[in-house]
Nanobody, 122 residues
Framework: VQLQASGGGLVQAGGSLRLSCAASGRTFSSSAMGWFRQAPGKERDFVAGVNWRGGTSYADAVKGRFTISRDKAGKTVFLQMNSLKPEDTAVYYC?????????????????WGQGTQVTVSS
C-alpha cells in the first residue's frame, strides 16, 4: 500500500496550492483520510480530515482557508489551500486510517505518504 502526495511548492503569501494524495495497492472508501504538516523543529500537527462519508474536520489555524475532499472511489484525497500564510510553511503529509472517522493524532493513522514541501514566502 502506498500513498503518494504531490502538489507542493513555493508560493507567495495570499496564494493558493492544491495538494493531492493518490493511494495504490488498496482503496480507502471506508476509511478516514487526513492531512498533517510538520514544520522544522516542531511536531507533526493535524491539518484536515475527511471521514468515509465525506464529512470534514479542520484545525482552527486553517478553517475557512483550506478545503479537504476525496473521490468516491477512495483512491485520492485533495487539500485545496487558499490565502496561504508564511506560517503554513511545512512538509505536508497525507495519511489514511483503517477506521471510518477522522482522528487528529498521528498515531491514529495506519498509512502515510512521503510528504510534500509547501513554502509560503512573505
Amino acid at each position: 500500500v502506498q500513498l503518494q502526495a504531490s502538489g507542493g511548492g513555493l508560493v507567495q503569501a495570499g496564494g493558493s496550492l492544491r495538494l493531492s494524495c493518490a493511494a495504490s495497492g488498496r482503496t480507502f472508501s471506508s476509511s478516514a483520510m487526513g492531512w498533517f504538516r510538520q514544520a522544522p523543529g516542531k511536531e507533526r500537527d493535524f491539518v484536515a480530515g475527511v471521514n468515509w462519508r465525506g464529512g470534514t474536520s479542520y484545525a482552527d489555524a486553517v478553517k475557512g482557508r483550506f478545503t479537504i475532499s476525496r473521490d468516491k472511489a477512495g483512491k485520492t484525497v485533495f487539500l485545496q489551500m487558499n490565502s496561504l500564510k508564511p506560517e503554513d510553511t511545512a512538509v505536508y503529509y497525507c495519511a489514511a486510517r483503517l477506521r471510518p472517522v477522522v482522528g487528529v493524532l498521528p498515531n491514529e493513522y495506519d498509512y502515510w505518504g512521503q510528504g510534500t514541501q509547501v513554502t509560503v514566502s512573505s
